[in-house]
């Protein structure tokens, strides 16, 4: 919470409403102001995580790990209930992409939001600014910014998510990592599913959809 309170006199994240920590029934509790929806500031989103970047970096963020979270994700997925073959592709996805993504991240060394999707940013005070800031960390810039692109070719609406990328987008398909990061990316987006299996048909369902349907032109429901 320092280090927000700390950025967001350089950069367009929101600030913590009161500078400390409750506890309750054993659950920790911080106090933010309400933002809100940026439906029709979407290019403002990404111009807020280019003001991240030029960010210095705190002394306390370790580079980015965007598959540190998969196999936390398939244990709970496995209590859940998730057929054994769906855990196992997951896995499998994740261990082959290993090496390729502990040299992409190694590709920049700038602040990064580490989740930079539509859902964590708000209009605060007359200004699009970064909220959910738990994942702050540090690796090359473009990282950012695939969140939007694997939206774009899985969720469908193109437009609105190169509308975020912006004039970056040339740069980021040049990008030689881009690749691998959009299937890092689809892979922690598959095991977060599963994570969330036991919270109803819905759920199940599109992990079903998502598994099966392995070529680019499937398009994938948000839940």
Known sequence: MNIVAELSNRAPVLKPAEMRVAEYSGWTATFWPRGADISNRVEEFGDALEALHQCPVPGAIERIDPLSPVAGRLRKAALAGVPERFVEIIATRAEELQTSCREMVMDGSVLLHGDA???????????????????????????????????????????????????????????????????????????????????????????????????????????
């Not at 690796?139 to 774009?152: F, I, K, M, R």
């Not at 599963?194 to 598994?211: F, P």
């Open 117 to 223: 999707h539509l859902g964590n940013a708000v209009e605060f005070d007359g200004q699009v600014v970064l909220i959910d800031l738990d994942d702050l960390c540090y690796g090359p810039w473009q990282y950012d910014y695939v969140p939007s692109l694997t939206a774009s070719v899985r969720m469908g609406n193109k437009e609105l998510y190169r509308r975020i990328i912006g004039g970056r987008w040339y740069e980021l398909m040049e990008w030689e990592w881009v690749e691998t990061a959009v299937r890092v990316r689809e892979t922690t987006m598959l095991a977060w599913l599963a994570s969330v299996w036991g919270e109803g048909e819905e759920q199940q369902r599109e992990l079903v959809r998502r598994i099966d349907g392995t070529d680019q032109d499937t398009q994938w429901k948000a839940i």
